[in-house]
């Protein structure tokens, strides 16, 4: 008898690609996918464990899964959490009967299955993560939901900088990249299977190709991507500033399938702040990054996160911050507070800040960036912008009420614009829209005929 499996996904886009293929190789082993965790045979939690915050919510979602458990269901944990904090995690949930790494995607489904049919998928594996964290990422079989339209595609796995305040090197391991024939496989069997937008991902796809050719490639696989009929939008996330070159402006603005759009995690404008982070780049380097760019596409809209509160940030280096949001007037901007790590070099240092301080800085910075996205959505009115449809809503007269993004805004992160149009729109529909009022992160407007 078929076992059917529920995989619970939390975190960031990687996890969703991960769970994605562990689903397409459980379906390759006679599972069968269930959307109900009541239905399931195999509970699989794939965690998040990035900052504390993901860390509870993944700790919740396990107790969840194991109350609902009973006697003939398994419960397996996987993702960053499980990676990171395997041998803690063994000894306090006994609820959980297989713990895997973020490496371990390759065993899941014969462990649980047995290479025979008759292994005990309890009797293995509880007390240590299997994979290895340097192995070759290649082309793996994924199962998108059907109705997808915007998915990802992860060009690389792991990272070989050295942020002091950042975990992730040491659970998912050194940066190595996708083959670039791999990527374009995989891109051509999600535009066949009804994506139009493409978000290229990876810790830094800024660095894509330098461990397999021997230098960046990012503008080569590009080229290839753009080829592909179907896609319609390919949008850049996690490109790093110090990684943002000429050739790769030249593609940017050349090729009409590339959104107007670029994700870099710059995190501070203070060099004293960026030293102790262990970043590579000094103020001046990220102005002049955004300049060149700014130069040379003029439409472009910029995406950061910041990260404030970090151990030793003066008073100065927050002014300085908040005097760069002001000036630097980015498109879409993000701020985190700093969440104490174990593991990281940030979690040795001197000069932690409370939590409410952390907060304050934040919060400081958001009301910034609040009047800076107001005054850049204002221009907006009046024009005419295509939209990716992602909801469709009925206001209570019982018009259509349609939910979407330009090509300047990313999934579930960004600006939105609520319209109304006719009747037969569907998610992932493009539809041109006449902005006619802006607000601080959403646009509203109707539809052009």
């Known amino acids: 008898m078929s076992k059917t499996f529920f995989i619970d996904t939390l975190g960031c886009q990687k996890n969703e690609y991960d769970s994605q ?14 959307n109900d965790p009541e239905d399931a045979d195999i509970l699989i939690v794939n965690t998040c464990g990035f900052i504390d915050a993901a860390k509870v ?10 109350r609902m458990k009973g006697q003939d269901k398994k419960l397996v944990v ?14 306090e949930l006994p609820e959980v009967d297989l713990f895997f790494g973020v490496n371990d995607y390759d065993d899941i489904a014969s462990v649980l299955m047995g290479e025979d049919g008759k292994k005990d998928p309890g009797s293995e ?17 994924r199962i998108i939901p059907k109705g997808t ?13 050295t942020c002091s305040f950042c975990a992730i090197p ?49 503008p080569e696989l ?12 390919i949008r850049l996330m996690y490109v790093y500033d110090d990684g943002i070159t000429d050739e790769l402006i030249d593609v940017m603005a050349s090729e009409k399938k590339i959104c107007k759009y670029i994700d870099i995690p710059i995190q501070h404008i203070s060099d004293h702040v960026l030293k102790m982070m262990r970043r590579k780049s000094t103020s001046s380097d990220i102005k002049e990054t955004i300049q060149k760019l700014r130069d040379r596409i003029p439409d472009i809209h910029i995406r950061t996160t910041l990260l404030v509160g970090f151990p030793g940030e003066t008073e100065e280096d927050i002014s300085e911050l908040q005097d760069f949001v002001r000036e630097a007037e980015i498109d879409r901007l993000g701020v985190f507070a700093f969440s104490d790590e174990e593991g990281t070099l940030a979690h040795t240092m001197d000069g932690k800040l409370e939590q409410e301080v952390k907060e304050e800085r934040r919060d400081s910075i958001m009301e910034i960036q609040q009047e800076v996205s107001y ?40 600006n939105e614009v609520e319209f109304y149009g006719k009747a037969g729109h569907q998610p992932g529909d493009f539809v041109k829209v006449l902005i006619d009022e802006a607000g601080e992160y959403d646009l509203t407007g109707k539809e052009v005929l």
């Open 149 to 161: 339209y915007s998915d990802f595609l992860k060009i690389a796995e792991g990272c070989n900088n």
């Open 375 to 414: 005054k850049l959505n204002s221009k907006t009115v009046g024009k005419v912008f295509p939209v990716l449809i992602d909801e469709v809503n009925q206001g209570e007269d019982g018009e259509l009420i349609y939910v979407g993004r330009t090509e300047y805004d990313g999934p579930e992160i960004d």
């Open 125 to 141: 594996g509880r007390d240590k993560v299997r994979g290895r964290a340097g192995k070759i990422l290649n082309y793996k079989e």
């Open 21 to 34: 293929v562990l689903a397409a190789d459980l379906l390759k082993a006679g599972c069968s996918l269930v």
């Open 222 to 233: 590009l080229n290839e991507l753009c080829k592909i009929d179907g896609i319609q939008w």
């Open 78 to 91: 996987t993702g960053c959490l499980s990676q990171r904090f395997h041998q803690e995690l063994s000894s």
């Open 57 to 66: 919510e993944s700790i919740d979602h396990i107790f969840e899964m194991a």
């Open 170 to 218: 040491s659970i998912r391991g050194p940066y190595r990249s996708k083959p670039i024939e791999d990527c374009v496989r995989e891109a051509r069997e999600l535009a066949a299977g009804g994506v139009k937008e493409l978000l290229i991902i990876a810790q830094d796809t800024s660095r894509y190709g330098e461990d397999l050719y021997g230098k960046v490639m990012l």
